[in-house]
């Protein structure tokens, strides 16, 4: 059975940065995008990126645009979310998400079917 792994969660300053990486193992997992979500405390999960294979197409929440970035290592189906000028706003669980059904909006929690288990990011004041 396929899962997603992600990994690079920890403590950061307001204004620093981390970095996520989310990849795949078991058997080969055939997705057509991976997608980056969060969920805070209290809070309902919601989006924060995603990227299409195909044509390496990103999509961002605008609370993240132009701080986060992400990215893919082809070779590897690898997936790396690359978060700079952090906010304790961006406190959170952050989950990697795959579609492997081709879904036309990445940016709902419904267009993908494989998780990864989480990984604390939390910013401090």
């Known amino acids: 059975q396929a899962q997603l792994l992600e990994s690079g969660g920890g403590l950061a300053q307001t204004g620093g940065s981390l970095r996520l990486s989310c990849e795949a193992s078991g058997y080969t997992l055939i997705s057509y995008a991976m997608g980056w979500f969060r969920q805070a405390p209290g809070k309902e999960r919601e989006f924060v990126a995603a990227?299409?294979?195909?044509?390496?197409?990103?999509y961002y929440s605008p609370s993240v645009k132009g701080r986060f970035t992400i990215s893919r290592e082809n070779a590897k189906k690898v997936v790396r979310l690359q978060m700079n000028n952090l906010e304790p706003e961006d406190t959170a669980v952050y989950y990697c998400?795959?579609?492997?059904?081709?879904?036309?909006?990445?940016?709902?929690?419904?267009?993908?079917?494989?998780w990864g288990q989480g990984t604390q990011v939390t910013v401090s004041s």
């Open positions: 998400a795959a579609d492997t059904y081709k879904h036309e909006i990445l940016e709902v929690d419904t267009a993908y079917d494989y």
């Open positions: 990227l299409r294979w195909s044509d390496s197409t990103t």
